[in-house]
Every structure is written in C-alpha cells, then in structure tokens.
C-alpha cells in the first residue's frame, strides 16, 4: 500500500531497549513493574530455597500483573511482550537492574 511504512523489527537487545525504555516513561509503570520483577524474583527464591514449587505458577501473574497495570492505566499503551517477548522480558530485568544501580530512575530520563 502506498504511505504506509513497516514498523521498524528489532533484532538485539541493545537496539530495542531504547525503544522499551520509550514505552516506560511513566513513573508509577515503571515502579510496577520495579515491584512485580521484584516480587517475581522473591517468589522464585522462596519456591527454590523451599521446594515448594507450586509457587512458581504465580510467576507470570506476578511478572505480567503488575506490569501490564503499568501499561493499560498508566502508560496507556500496548505491552511490548505482545511483540517481542524475549526482548522485553530481558528489559525488565536490564530495567530492574539498571534502576537498583542507579543508572534508570523511577522517572524516565529523556
């Protein structure tokens, strides 16, 4: 169709945690989704460290829960999981990293 262009692929994480830290400027989505890997990290310590691995199917509804909360009333946009699962899923955590060491903030820095 002629005027419309190809969304842009992105084929590493280096290229497309920029485009990832764009979806996430809004302060109260990025602490969301700060609790829920945090929470998710919690939860998959305690299930190892307990055995009791039945916890691990909390994972994902913590992982995502708080995130896409984040998205749908905060960001107001669409989960990049939806497109790029593992490149989003490794941002998470680059972005929960990142924030613990200082170099993200809960408030986007643009």
């Given at each position: ?10 084929t ?6 920029p ?58 946009n ?33």
């Open positions: 169709m002629a005027g419309t262009t190809e969304p842009k692929r992105y590493s994480l280096r290229e497309f945690y485009y990832y830290l764009s979806e996430h400027q809004h302060t109260t989505s990025r602490a969301l989704h700060f609790i829920g890997t945090a929470l998710l990290l919690v939860v998959v310590i305690v299930a190892l460290v307990t055995g009791k691995y039945k916890w691990l199917l909390a994972v994902p509804v913590i992982g995502y829960g708080f995130a896409w909360v984040g998205h749908f009333f905060f960001e107001r669409k989960p990049a999981t939806f497109k790029y699962p593992f490149y989003s899923l490794a941002s998470d955590f680059k972005l929960f990293f990142d924030i613990l060491r200082g170099k993200q903030g809960f408030k986007s820095r643009k």
